[in-house]
């Protein structure tokens, strides 16, 4: 088993938030601490990238703040709406089925969907003009976290940038989350052209971690997202790593529609 999968709850095809014994500590800890959230600090985060020090705050880590919610279905209306961030999309607005994922970029499922699934949508549906395909940020634990910023950060606002990212993030899954994660993330953010320092400062961006949290805080409690990877097409959720051959079972049919 990898570094990726002890991290966070790992069941068949899907990458969990926690278990219900430990949401039960969880709430534990909340009434000891009374009502008010648990905040992410600098000094907890840069203490985290390391594996000791992840495995020290994963006890008091906000990703584990987010209980399992009952299952509901979202509208297409709620799934398109960007809460804190940017969307960073594939593929034109005006395309009949709009797919969103929700991944965290340490979880297994979501970098075999990344390597198996995902380039056949493109191939097939994006890169045809057939559908918009929409990445989001779930990440679940605190390594997760530092490579969605960094993907932030090398791309800015260039989604095609970003995608080509977050490959190079799930192809390299097992050496970034390593114990040496600053130190990997720097060498993935010099091969984009930034310097050590800058990855460093990007590392440190509090405001970006903080839209970060508060757009996994939205799926979450308004889209019932609670594991990765998610998909919504067109506002229908699909949990779990999938097929393709399962997407195009509820892909084609809309575009017919």
Not at 41 to 63: D, V
Not at 90 to 105: C, D, F, H, N
Not at 159 to 170: C, P, R, W
């Amino acid at each position: 088993m990898t570094f990726a999968s002890r991290i966070r709850g790992e069941v068949g095809s899907e990458c969990q938030i926690h278990s219900t014994s430990e949401q039960m500590s969880l709430q534990a800890r909340l009434r000891r601490f009374g009502s008010k959230p648990l905040i992410i600090t600098r000094r907890a985060f840069t203490a985290a990238l390391s594996l000791g020090g992840l495995a020290a705050f994963a006890g008091l880590s906000p990703w584990r703040l987010i209980g399992e919610a009952m299952a509901q279905s979202a509208t297409a209306a709620d799934v398109a709406k960007p809460v804190s961030l940017p969307d960073m999309a594939l593929g034109p607005k005006t395309a009949a089925v709009t797919i969103t994922e929700y991944a965290s970029m340490t979880c297994p499922h979501c970098a075999r969907f990344a390597e198996n699934v995902f380039p056949k949508i493109k191939t097939e549906y994006i890169d045809t003009n057939k559908v918009r395909y929409v990445f989001r940020e779930f990440p679940l634990d605190i390594k997760a976290a530092a490579g969605s910023m960094l993907a932030r950060c090398i791309a800015k606002d260039d989604a095609g940038k970003y995608f080509a990212v977050i490959d190079t993030l799930f192809k390299s899954q097992d050496v970034w989350t390593g114990s040496k994660t600053t130190e990997s993330l720097k060498q993935i953010g010099k091969q984009a052209g930034l310097s050590g320092q800058e990855v460093e400062t990007c590392l440190k961006d509090q405001a970006l971690l903080d839209k970060i949290a508060a757009d996994q805080k939205y799926a979450n409690e308004v889209l019932k997202v609670n594991s990765t990877p998610t998909f919504f097409i067109n506002g229908d959720m699909v949990k779990g790593e999938t097929s393709f051959e399962e997407f195009k079972k509820k892909i084609d049919p809309l575009l017919k529609g």
